[in-house]
């Protein structure tokens, strides 16, 4: 098929390449433009699917809108069978929903109708679902509210956002390649009316992490967050994020340090972080934390 690929951060870079790798033939590549980052933050950085696609010999396209007549004329004019999405970043107009013959297919990170919009991984970790998924749903106008046509499933199981991204990234690819190669074989199911929830854009303060919480809801919120932006506390002035932490039995105060092995008081039970990081520095075990980095047991974080 002629395809256009929309998307944007790595989640969608296996889709891009299954399709190259499948036959098709991936006319342009849409992604979000370069942004300012690099170590001083100055410099524009190029988003990973455009990377990839440049790399694949395909177009790249970066408009910061579509809802301009050219850029919709001009994604039209490409003729394509149809455009394969995922994690793209910006609203399609209806005439870019329409101007693909079979429309526009993307890839979602849930299982629809649970967690439409922009953060579903993490916050199915958040509210503690034991499965997710993926589903290839055909696009229309309202947000992810489009029919299914075919999804795949997996246990959540103590991963973090970053394992279960690059998993569900890994099998959206998978299933959108089995779509494209016989469409009518997987119709269009209308999802359910009922179970409907919205994945909200993740907030910077969201990630530090409230003691006052009880301790498997503090390990979620870790696990959500891991790696990026990382849940943190502070101590000593300092912010140290906590990438993987143990619920364990443990009493005290919120946010007391209850032993030399940083065990960590909720509001009930209590967490052991086993992977940090400070700010700075590279990710560390908390013992190695702890040789460079006192936080003495009774300690209020």
């Known amino acids: 098929m002629r395809i256009i690929f929309m998307g944007t951060p790595a989640f969608a870079v296996p889709t891009l390449e ?14 979000q433009p370069p942004r300012p ?63 693909p013959r079979l429309g526009c297919l993307n890839v979602h990170g849930s299982l629809l109708p649970r967690w439409r919009g922009a953060a579903p991984v993490q916050r199915a970790i958040l509210a503690g679902d034991a499965e997710t998924g993926v589903g290839i749903m055909q696009m229309e106008a309202g947000l992810d509210t ?37 469409p009518a074989a997987f119709p269009p199911m209308p999802q359910p009316s009922e179970g409907v929830t919205y994945a909200e854009k993740i907030r910077k303060e969201e990630a530090r992490i409230d003691f ?49 092995a940083l065990t960590i008081a909720c509001g009930s039970g209590a967490i052991r972080p086993t992977t940090v990081q400070r ?10 934390l702890l040789r460079g980095f006192a936080v003495p047991v009774g300690t209020r974080l």
């Open 18 to 31: 299954a399709l190259v790798a499948d036959g098709h033939q991936v006319v342009a590549a849409y992604s």
């Open 37 to 99: 980052g690099g170590r001083r933050g100055r410099e524009l950085v190029k988003s990973p699917v455009q990377l990839r696609a440049e790399e694949l010999g395909v177009p790249v396209r970066t408009p910061v809108t579509l809802r301009d007549a050219g850029e919709q004329v001009a994604f039209a004019a490409l003729d394509a069978d149809v455009a394969v999405v995922a994690a793209y970043g910006l609203i399609l107009p209806r005439a870019v929903l329409d101007a």
């Open 146 to 182: 489009g029919p299914v046509r075919l999804e795949g499933r997996t246990s959540i199981g103590g991963k973090n956002a970053g394992q279960l991204t690059d998993e569900l990234a890994q099998m959206g690819a998978e299933l959108m390649v089995r779509v494209l190669r016989d």
């Open 212 to 260: 006052a919480r009880e301790g498997a809801q503090v390990v979620r919120q870790i696990a959500a967050f891991a790696p990026v932006p990382g849940a943190f506390f502070e101590h000593g002035g300092e912010r140290v994020k906590v990438l993987a932490a143990a619920f364990v039995d443990g009493a005290g105060a919120p946010g007391e340090v209850l032993d030399e």
């Open 279 to 288: 700010a700075g520095r590279g990710v560390m075990s908390v013992g190695e």
